[in-house]
């Protein structure tokens, strides 16, 4: 599994308000409600879903990715929230998001695609769309709006369009309220459409020495970053992207991360685990996360995580757990 920022996980517990138990909503992830907000501290992407979903149970979170994403300040972000704001464009802004990222997340990748003039601003997050998710990256493309009107000379940047690929909740005029434009639900893509006026605005802020300082400094961080996943931790990535195809081959997983079989059995060996190991922790950690989200069956869960046939997922998920599939949906909810 990846990590996400602790900022994000932060910001969704205080946009829920005083409704719910926030300082232990926080501790259950390990953070200290009483700790300053730090944008390099992780937390696993499973705990934040999990955490999200915990709210949904409690609260209306028709809204709750809206107000956390509005909330967002680019000083939150360190260096990468520098850079964005000194970027002497919100184009050049946005290339920098889809560049450095990976500083403040292991499971999402950002990219720009140009259409007719205007530029898609996608987000690209792997996995099955439990609730959890769902809210993320609802609550990320938020939050890439806020920041492009923070930059913004006018304050007033609207996309033209946002599309979103889960469907729409009961209702979607606070979204469209929020954007400014249209909100397409089961959409084929997660992503903001940009007119291209907007993105070769000026942002108010901007400062082509300094931009060009940060980013030999976040081209530094992005290295260190880098080199410290294990290789357990990217092969997890590779293993749960691809269960939804049929459980994955150690050779193809190998291959995606540009090893062979033998080398991919011998570091994860170094690590005290092996292929067959990681697989089974990726399956359970992912099976446990969507049997958590009312949307999917068992027999879809089944599928999603690698198995031909429900009874073989009983089997396996009783095995891991102690307890069959239904038990473990029905004592969570």
């Not at 409600?33 to 999990?50: C, S």
């Not at 998001?97 to 950002?110: G, I, K, N, P």
């Not at 304050?155 to 979103?164: A, N, Q, R």
Request: some cysteine; overall charge neutral; charged content about 25%.
């Amino acid at each position: 599994m990846g990590t996400v920022t602790s900022l994000f996980l932060r910001k969704m517990v205080a946009a829920a308000g005083t409704a719910v138990d926030q300082a232990g909503l926080l501790r259950s992830v390990g953070l200290d409600p009483a700790g300053a907000a730090d944008p390099k501290l992780m937390v696993k992407d499973t705990a934040y879903y999990g955490l999200l979903e915990r709210l949904a149970a409690e609260i209306d979170v028709t809204d709750l990715p809206l107000r956390a994403g509005a909330s967002m300040r680019l000083d939150d972000y360190g260096a990468l929230g520098l850079a964005f704001k000194t970027a002497t464009t919100l184009g050049g802004s946005y290339r920098r998001v889809t560049r450095y990222a990976r500083l403040w997340t292991s499971v999402v990748e950002y990219s720009l695609e140009p259409e007719g003039g205007n530029t898609w601003f996608h987000l690209h997050r792997a996995g099955a769309r439990r609730l959890g998710l769902r809210l993320s990256n609802e609550a990320t493309l938020a939050s890439a709006t806020a920041i492009a009107r923070e930059v913004s000379a006018t304050g007033t940047f609207c996309p033209l369009e946002v599309h979103i690929q889960h469907a729409a909740p009961p209702t979607s005029t606070l979204h469209e309220a929020y954007f400014g434009c249209p909100v397409v639900f089961g959409s084929d893509r997660d992503a903001l459409l940009i007119a291209a006026d907007s993105m070769a605005s000026a942002n108010r802020l901007g400062d082509r020495g300094i931009t060009r300082f940060l980013e030999q400094h976040l081209e530094q961080e992005l290295s260190e970053v880098s080199d410290n996943r294990s290789v357990a931790e990217r092969t997890r990535d590779v293993i749960a992207d691809a269960l939804s195809e049929g459980l994955p081959r150690m050779e193809e997983v190998a291959g995606r991360l540009g090893l062979s079989g033998r080398s991919l059995h011998r570091r994860l060996a170094e690590e005290g685990l092996s292929f067959k190991l990681v697989t089974d922790d990726t399956r359970r950690d992912l099976a446990q996360g969507l049997l958590r989200d009312q949307q999917y069956s068992i027999a879809e869960i089944a599928y999603l995580t690698g198995f031909s046939e429900q009874s073989a997922f009983n089997r396996a998920f009783k095995r891991w757990t102690g307890a069959t599939p239904a038990s473990y949906r029905n004592g969570r909810l």
